[in-house]
């Protein structure tokens, strides 16, 4: 019998609210590392809290971030789970890209349906590890630190199924690319912060040759 624990709200702020949800209500869109599963359901169990909730559509239930956090707490069989209920469809602003970097750079070419994340989770037939990147209009860091004692522990759950088959060379591979990754964000920023500067420079240089 499904647990019935949608109704306990446990943080709103404007239009964004952070829900207690069945674990098993919820559907993955791809699939996960296993060394990333790994190195994060260590730092929960040392730190004995979920930092932040995780990111789901609100009608299918199908999860936009925070797939990782979704299997560790599955894995060790935690029932419920915080979860930021978000609509999909109906919010131009969510956009789904294929890299970090594509938040701040618009191509279409990269650019993923938001039907396609939606369909792979309603469908099981789950993308591959670390294929989407979800970009919200708000931070998806809302940290809860939610103690895991209050998430109904039973017993843990074979996630196997929804981890991708790798050696363990190919998930360090992974990880070294995941970390490039973040790398190019900054380095863009880092740029961009500079031409910023530049720009406020010579404006306010004309500002006051003005005055």
């Known amino acids: 019998m499904k647990e019935q624990v949608t109704s306990n709200v446990l943080a709103e702020?404007?239009?964004?609210?952070?829900?207690?949800?069945?674990?098993?209500?919820?559907?993955?869109?791809?699939?996960?590392?296993?060394?990333?599963?790994?190195?994060?359901?260590?730092?929960?169990?040392?730190?004995?809290?979920?930092?932040?909730?995780?990111?789901?559509?609100?009608?299918?239930?199908?999860?936009?971030?925070?797939?990782?956090?979704?299997?560790?707490?599955?894995?060790?069989?935690?029932?419920?789970?915080?979860?930021?209920?978000?609509?999909?469809?109906?919010?131009?602003?969510?956009?789904?890209?294929?890299?970090?970097?594509?938040?701040?750079?618009?191509?279409?070419?990269?650019?993923?349906?938001?039907?396609?994340?939606?369909?792979?989770?309603?469908?099981?037939?789950?993308?591959?590890?670390?294929?989407?990147?979800?970009?919200?209009p708000f931070s998806k860091f809302q940290q809860i630190n939610y103690p895991l004692h209050s998430l109904r522990k039973k017993t843990p759950q074979d996630v196997s199924k929804y981890i991708a088959k790798m050696t363990g060379e190919e998930g360090n591979l992974a990880i070294k690319e995941w970390l490039e990754e973040i790398s190019e964000e900054l380095e863009f920023l880092i740029k961009r912060k500079e031409e910023v500067e530049k720009e406020m420079e010579e404006f306010l240089s004309r500002v006051k040759n003005k005055l």
């Open 13 to 136: 702020r404007s239009n964004l609210k952070t829900v207690l949800l069945s674990i098993d209500e919820l559907k993955p869109h791809e699939k996960g590392s296993q060394l990333y599963l790994e190195l994060l359901r260590q730092e929960i169990l040392r730190d004995g809290i979920l930092k932040y909730p995780i990111i789901a559509d609100e009608k299918t239930r199908v999860i936009m971030d925070g797939m990782h956090r979704w299997l560790a707490l599955k894995s060790l069989g935690y029932t419920i789970i915080p979860v930021i209920l978000v609509n999909a469809f109906q919010n131009p602003k969510i956009r789904v890209g294929k890299r970090r970097i594509h938040r701040y750079i618009s191509n279409s070419h990269e650019e993923i349906p938001i039907e396609k994340v939606i369909l792979a989770g309603l469908s099981r037939s789950l993308m591959k590890p670390r294929s989407t990147r979800h970009f919200f």
